[in-house]
């Protein structure tokens, strides 16, 4: 190798090193760069949940003041409205910081009927009907908050159904939000106070679990100084409820912030267009199948069922005809109006598809009606309790929807969203303001009159006080049958009993209609 040839390689040698060093000194100066925009980005959102928890964290915290306040040891009082007041008040104040504009006109249907509701709970003593309500305010509150945070787009079924199970599990998923939102405040608090206050707050919070162990030891280990803390503390009286107050405020504010703070400071909704399946073979084809048997099926219910034709197999009464697979056929319906509906929405429209869901939608209304028929008589058999009525609401519900159902399926622009929440709501409410147990014992005890020996007294006596006026006036008239069982069980003693709670002292907070009212009828007799 000559001297010009090794003096080449070294030179290349040379350039080699210094183009990697500078490839080093690139990649370090990159990478120092995407550290700095990533503090940089963390900063940013620091500030933001900062700026979201000054927002949320005040208003948050009243409204827990105020539902612990009205519904600590009192679902059942009249405090339940300031309750639902406070909600939408606080729902529209959401609205009105975060959208910087007040709620949806088309939504104030929703607050309108969580404050019917309201006053349903506290004029009722039925706690079925109370825990309803309470599921129905639930919703209807879900539904008022995730509509006033969407566009102005028009909402449908499966918008409101996807909406509000996206929002109750999003919130649930968001329930570190508050303490992660409170601690990126409290950090840029303390730089611009440059103070102390975090970290005295974490010394506290160290503190007390560490004193009470410590103290506890020491007190176990002498009596002397055992008796000396025990006169420190002997004036102190800690509320027996206090536990239960922490709690119940605790997750006022922990389940409002994290539902606004979800619904809220998420991404916007997009509007995505349904997907409309064009190829209906298959599924048309199962449901020409399905309507086949249900038309087999529904021929014999007007034979046997409504028109008392054929012979019922032996030993098999009306009423345990009737009583048999009428669960079974009440699922059925509940299944054919989804599936109808599902078809509807997801599936291209074809006449030939119409024709097979309307005869769909007509069997599923023969079998309400077979549903229906099927527990009159075993109403007639056995007496009426609640679940029955319940049952007959749920029955005449299904069938106003599917008709609406069969309207919507050969006239595209009937309005059949807002066709069934009217049935659903109207229904609903009506039925919890007809004191349905005051029905109950009139029916019941005029069967039993009528020498009905099905008659069940221990039922009546568990009945709420809805049902007072109308024992009370039965006992009045007789006297005689206060007892049952031969004599051995008192039912009005009983009934008083289940019902103890009208006894209690009445405030502007536990109100409740239902329990003054019977409290007086029973005073008077």
């Known amino acids: ?92 104040y959401i609205v009105k910081t975060v959208k910087e504009r007040k709620v949806f006109k088309t939504t104030i249907i929703f607050a309108v009927y969580m404050l019917i509701l309201a006053v349903s709970t506290f004029t009722t003593g039925n706690e079925w009907i109370i825990w309803m309500n309470y599921c129905w305010i639930f919703a209807f509150m879900v539904c008022f908050l995730i509509r006033n945070m969407a566009d102005e787009n028009e909402w449908n079924f499966w918008d409101y159904l996807c909406g509000g199970v996206n929002a109750v599990f999003g919130a649930i998923g968001s329930i570190a939000r508050p303490f992660g939102d409170g601690n990126d405040f409290a950090r840029l608090r303390e730089k611009k106070e440059n103070g102390k206050a975090r970290e005295i707050l974490i010394g506290i919070a160290v503190a007390i679990p560490v004193v009470l162990l410590i103290g506890g030891l020491l007190m176990s280990a002498d009596l002397v100084f055992s008796n000396m803390i025990a006169k420190v503390f002997e004036g ?15 997750f006022g504010f922990i389940s409002s912030y994290c539902g606004v703070r979800y619904t809220a400071y998420r991404k916007d909704r997009q509007d995505r267009e349904v997907k409309i399946l064009t190829e209906t073979t298959a599924m048309f084809t199962v449901s020409v199948l399905v309507a086949v048997l249900y038309v087999i099926f529904c021929g014999i219910q007007i034979i046997y069922l409504f028109g008392g034709g054929g012979e019922l197999p032996a030993g098999v009464t009306y009423a345990e005809y ?25 599936f291209q429209r074809n006449r030939a598809v119409d024709a097979v869901l309307t005869v769909i939608s007509v069997c599923t209304i023969i079998m309400t009606a077979s549903s229906g028929w099927r527990m009159i008589l075993y109403i007639r058999a056995y007496q009426l309790t609640f679940l029955r009525v319940v049952v007959l609401v749920a029955l005449a519900v299904i069938t106003l929807l599917m008709a609406g ?50 008659g069940d007294y221990s039922y009546l006596s568990c009945l709420s006080t809805d049902a007072a006026p109308v024992i009370a006036e039965y006992l009045k008239e007789h006297p005689d049958k206060s007892y049952y069982g031969d004599g051995i069980y008192n039912w009005k003693w009983e009934y008083m009993q289940e019902n103890d709670r009208m006894n209690q002292p009445v405030t502007l907070r536990t109100f409740n209609l239902s329990y003054l009212r019977a409290k007086r009828i029973f005073s008077e007799k």
Request: one cysteine or more.
């Open 322 to 346: 009737a009583r048999q697979g009428f669960f079974q056929l009440l699922v059925v319906c509940i299944l054919n109006l989804g599936a109808v509906l599902t078809m509807e929405h997801f």
């Open 1 to 92: 190798m000559t001297v010009y040839e090794k003096l080449k390689q070294e030179q290349d040698s040379l350039l080699e090193k210094e183009g990697s060093m500078k490839m080093d000194q690139n990649l370090t100066v990159s990478y120092e760069e995407q550290k700095a925009q990533w503090q940089e980005r963390k900063k940013q959102q620091q500030k933001e949940n900062a700026g979201i928890f000054k927002k949320l964290a005040p208003a948050s915290l009243i409204y827990a003041l105020i539902y612990t306040v009205c519904i600590y040891k009192n679902m059942t009082g009249a405090a339940v409205l300031l309750w639902v007041v406070a909600t939408i008040g606080y729902i529209c």
């Open 405 to 454: 159902t069969i309207c919507y399926i050969w006239n595209r622009r009937f309005p059949l969203f807002q066709y069934g929440m009217a049935v659903v709501c109207v229904s609903y409410v009506l039925f919890a303001f007809a004191h349905v147990d005051a029905g109950i014992a009139a029916y019941d005890l005029a069967q039993i009159e009528n020498g009905n020996t099905a």
């Open 236 to 250: 102190i009286r800690i509320p027996a409820n206090l536990a239960g107050i922490c709690f119940m405020l605790c």
